[in-house]
């Protein structure tokens, strides 16, 4: 069957909305197997995820299989004191660089249990001085090993962490580019017939969040499947929970007359398996002698939000002929996407709306993301706020502050009658990147007004988010500012 990928390429083979995904989460780690065959066995790649229980397998075999080799090539000397170098440190250091100080050290302590053994299996060496040096100095060599792997291990894990929230924030990018791209597409085709169409669409569908009407599991599903209706001509749709899994025969929200959903239609396996749009009247999608698939559905578009997790099937069941166009179940799917990132979000970006109504709904959703980054990972994010007077020169700065937005922060706005504040939300950033920020700020101001915070009467503020009670937070530092909400 025929599938359309809401990204604005040629029409994708069966298979092609899940084959990028499957290729970027292997790139990592596959990239230095390519140049170096023996990476993965040296240095695989995800051992943050191993379990305690294998790695503590992997270093007691290994550590009592380089044992019994030793004693196998010099009896007399099993750790092969004699040789003039600690060969017998080589394997603790290698599993201290791996798995850290305590992989290190339980090989470490493996190797001094082992001697203790042979000195007691050794009649001969009943009166063996015990080597305190040879030992002393391989454990402080373990120590200092298994320092630096915890210290890049943590880093590791924190860059993968600071990677995946960028390939989400890159995808949700690229989904609102699309869509303005295709809206402008739309626009001139349609602004005689229906001149505010897109426009509409695109208001209700950022309003969602702060919809109280809808009490099933997705919120402001009957609103979404209105606008969608209404922007790509669906004449009978449903949308059905997908959750894991498990789709949902009983639809939440219906356009037209509700009907119960067919899993074995060859429409609905296909989308749940490719995780793209599906219709029947592609090329591929009908049979060897060109007859029409067996289906009743126009047309199937799963929701997926950015990171990759099922949210919602829409199933179309009747729309006009003219409408299955490509550039129009595009549209449809984009405006599933971006529903589907709302929908992921809602709960808190709804609370802060609702707590701050003067809040721009793009800063909501990324102050809702990076609190729940926060609370699932620990990575920290800051807000920054610069305080300006009403004056016409504060206005000038203000206004200059705002066109110096970093392509990943977001701002909030906020104009009193006594001052104008510019709050800037800085994602992954702790106290050295705010402090950067605010320096190259100064520096900017200086060089084009002559000025600095200081001379100008600018106070700064900032503060780290919190994940216990976030909008107790917020509200907090607005009065800081004295510009409350």
Request: hydrophobic residues 45%.
């Amino acid at each position: 069957m025929g599938t359309v990928d809401g990204k604005p390429q040629a029409s994708p083979k069966p298979g092609g909305a899940a084959r990028p995904r499957r290729q970027r989460a292997a790139q990592s780690g596959q990239s230095v197997s390519r140049d170096m065959p023996w990476a993965r066995v040296i240095a695989p790649s995800g051992i943050s995820g191993r379990r305690a229980a294998f790695i503590a397998m992997e270093v007691a075999v290994a550590t009592v299989l380089m044992a019994g080799v030793c004693w196998f090539v010099d009896p007399a000397d099993p750790l092969l004191l004699r040789t003039g170098f600690g060969w017998v440190w080589l394997l603790p250091v290698v599993f201290a660089l791996r798995y850290g100080t305590l992989a290190g050290m339980a090989s470490a302590l493996m190797l001094l249990l082992a001697w203790y053994v042979s000195d007691a299996a050794g009649p001969s060496r009943a009166h063996a001085v015990f080597p305190g040096s040879f030992f002393f100095g391989g454990f402080v060599l373990t120590l200092l090993c298994g320092q630096f792997g915890d210290i890049w291990i943590g880093r590791q894990r924190q860059a993968r962490i600071a990677n995946d929230y960028l390939a989400e924030r890159l995808s949700i990018l690229t989904k609102n580019q699309f869509l303005l791209r295709l809206s402008h597409e739309r626009l001139e085709q349609d602004v005689l017939a229906r001149p505010a169409t897109l426009r509409d669409s695109l208001a209700r569908l950022r309003t969602l969040a702060l919809n109280d009407e809808d009490e099933g599991p997705l919120i402001g599903a009957a609103r979404f499947l209105k606008t969608a209706a209404q922007a790509c001509q669906l004449e009978t749709a449903s949308l059905f929970v997908w959750n894991g899994n498990t789709v949902q025969t009983t639809p939440v929200a219906s356009v037209g007359d509700p009907f119960t959903l067919d899993l074995a239609d060859p429409l609905v396996a296909e989308a749940r398996e490719t995780l793209a749009l599906t219709h029947p009247e592609s090329s591929t999608a009908s049979g060897a002698a060109g007859a029409e698939t067996n289906t009743r559905y126009r047309a199937v578009a799963p929701l997926v939000d950015a990171g990759g997790r099922h949210v919602a099937l829409l199933v179309v069941e009747r729309m006009p002929f003219l409408a299955m166009t490509r550039d129009n179940l595009q549209f449809l799917l984009v405006l599933g996407g971006y529903y589907a990132d709302s929908v992921r979000h809602a709960e808190i970006s709804r609370s802060v709306l609702q707590a701050f109504p003067r809040c721009p709904y793009d800063f909501a959703l990324d102050y809702a993301r990076l609190v729940r980054l926060l609370r699932d990972t620990g990575v920290e994010s800051s807000l920054v706020a610069l305080v300006f007077d009403a004056s016409e020169f504060g206005v000038s700065l203000h206004e200059h502050v705002l066109r110096l937005r970093r392509s990943l922060d977001a701002q909030w706005p906020i104009v009193t009658p006594t001052q104008r504040v510019v709050l800037t939300l800085m994602p992954l950033s702790g106290e050295s990147a705010v402090a950067g920020y605010l320096l190259r700020i100064e520096e900017n101001l200086r060089a084009q007004f002559g000025t600095d915070f200081e001379s100008a009467g600018v106070a700064t503020h900032s503060m780290r988010l919190s994940a216990d009670s976030p909008i107790d937070a917020l509200h907090q530092f607005l009065r800081l500012c004295h510009a409350d909400a």
